[in-house]
């Protein structure tokens, strides 16, 4: 029964994508893996090691069997699996996962082998569970789906020295997920929607960000991002929003941007060249959880905002090159560029962040990077066209930025200083980019028409207020130490009298008398 381990590595390696053998192979592979054969974990026999290693090595030879499998129709080796997973594989795997890589039982079990512990179960149970029928067996073992969350979670934290490979196996849970499974995660995962979410982000940035000493690894990332994309599709609210909330859309963002850039697109010499078909699928998914998050949020003007500034147009741009490879790619582009972007650009944050980001494209000269036909191209065109418009007509309304003066004390002045003139103490910044920021408190956001807006605008004027601020530090030093808090909350009592509209979110000199915005009422 083959009781060499190098006879057992040279039947593995005689597999090769030849499926014929499994019939002959496959009682071979699970007479190494008798349940009676599995060491106490605090009590080994003296030949422990040769035992472990004729087990992995008979893993290998499962796994390779199956991914030969792919290529064939026959079911029969699929019953097999399915006979011996419980018994003999599984138990195994289990042994393998916890005893010699997780806790290893003995001195004697070098890194080496560990590592080659690992990569060979997470292989096999990747392997497994692309197979529909198996998944389901795979997935309803009690504990499994446990201990893959908890090593997930422990490569992003890099414990253990492994590189990225339980994604590998997690994401077939998590894109057909039965009911139950997800909940598993979650549970793993001290019950923590937080602890997912951080764990799916911390990966990608350090596998993809901030590459470290190990080389990227793309098949992580790409299921990462199925991870990311499976949990937003399941609609679990829980993980969605911690996600949002731990900045998902800008890391997201900034990864579409690193894998559309000549660093992943063109590989170095002494290294394989990533296919661009591969690349343009982890593209797709960034880009549909972007959209999902852009649809489905009542936050959306915040998350397109953080996106822009992430720098999501050039991302879109550099991203054109991989259109012939993905369908979905170039279609959801130029919708989120010309049909969801534009619809927001009633919101200040989102026109500047939209007016800096195409500042810096012609200045970088991206924009040759935009197709010369087809809806990308009219997608550009509506977004600059509308651009420019708002930005016009918010002209208008502000005072010209280059007269904008951060009129506060500046960050070093403490508070002993209060007592000394506000022009002394004024910051003195100008807001040569119009990126300042108006106290929402004195500034209104909604009006009847457009004179009452002028009239107000004037008495706001007289009364020293729609004041703007370089930075969060200087607004709250002029309501501590200048006459900034009298003022603006004298305004907000006045509102609460019902004297003045209240504020709402979407800035009022981006709609017309009606209150509707000029995106509206171009699909009326």
Known sequence: MQDSLESLNKLVKLIDGNFALHSELMPIFYHHLDPKKIPHPTHPPPNVIHTLKMATTALEGIAACVDAQHKSENGALMTSIETHWPVK???????????????PMLNSIDGEFRLHVYFTTMGLLSVLAEETGLR?????????????TKLWIAEAKKEGGVCFKASTVLERFVSAPKPGWLDQIIAAADNNPTVVAKTILERIRANLLEPG??????????????????????????VCHALRSHHSIPTI???MLCLSSDRH???PPHSTRIPDRFISQCLTFCIIYLDMSFIDSEDAGTWIAQAIDAQLIPAFLKSTRFFVHDGALKQICPKILGDVIPQYLVYRSVLRAVARSLKNIRRIGLEGLVPENGPFRDSWSTLNELANERLGIKAHYDKDPSLVICGN?????????SHTSLNALQCSKIDELGEFMRCSGCELASFVSIAFYLSFLNFLVAQGLLVHFCSRAC???AWKQANHRALCKGVQARRRGELYPAIVRRSPDMCDNRGCSRTDLQAR
């Open 89 to 103: 594989i599984w138990k195994w795997t289990h042994f393998l996962l916890i005893h010699c890589f997780s806790k």
């Open 136 to 148: 389901v067996t795979i997935g309803s073992t009690p504990g499994l789906i446990a201990i893959i």
């Open 213 to 238: 000493v190990l080389s990227t690894d793309y098949a992580a990332i790409h299921k990462d991002l199925l991870i990311a994309m499976g949990f937003s599709q399941a609609a679990t609210p829980a």
């Open 253 to 255: 963002t900034k990864a």
């Open 265 to 267: 697109a063109n590989a």
């Open 409 to 417: 004390p500046p960050v070093s002045v403490s508070r002993r200083a």
């Open 475 to 477: 607004q709250q030093l």
